[in-house]
């Protein structure tokens, strides 16, 4: 019980810094917008802005595409750079819509490297987290075909393993097909957020850059804070279950 009361705190402390991180990046907008802060940045935009196209020239080649794919495939068997790392750097080498078809390959390619081994190899951790939730098993289970739902949302919101849910829904009977399709919709948000991103790394002070992190930090707050009320929710109904059982 004090474990569980431990874990709710660090996922409360956790949707704090995400809460206190997008008041600190609307503060940081405020400044950007003061005429003492342009003048100083203004100095450092034509170098970037340089650098910025010396990459595009010479660092979109069919080989950078294939060091991306690798990098994908490297993520299913390593504790390798974050998807958003991988997306950022392609965005800054190539344009907008050729990186999303180069991500969106790319982690089609992990969602199914990773399925197959949850489908050979089980649901790893995530499994037997998700087995000490009955209702969130059955959840994503819904008679071992896989909830699209819950896959798509799962997608859809940060701070949820990506590795993780393609190892558990291997272990149900979603056809791998349906898995990838789904899967692919539910990140297409992410991967054009972190493209935006990447696109406008060379221009930090700019709001294309800073307000695409905001709803990402923002629902990574919602998801710890829910995590916590969960957790503190199953300590309480085991701490009432056990009073009624000593009344009784």
Known sequence: MKEKKSWS????????????????LLFLLRLFATESFMSWYNRYTDTLSDFEIWLETYGATPMAV???????????????????????ASAVLFKWYDALVINLIGISILFILKFLWGKHHGGGNAEKILNRYGAAQRLVDE??????????FSRLLPSIPVNAVSCLYGTTDMPLWRFVIISDLGIMYKLITYIIIGRNVFDPASASFVVPFIPLIFLSGIICLSISGAIGDRKNKKVNDYTNIKKG
């Open 143 to 152: 008679g071992k075909h896989g909830s699209a739902i819950v896959l798509f």
């Open 66 to 88: 294939v060091i991306i794919f690798l990098n994908y495939a490297l993520k299913a068997v390593l504790p390798w750079f974050p998807v958003s790392c991988i997306c950022v």
């Open 9 to 24: 705190y660090i996922f409360r402390f956790a949707s704090f810094i995400c809460f206190l991180t997008v008041f600190a």
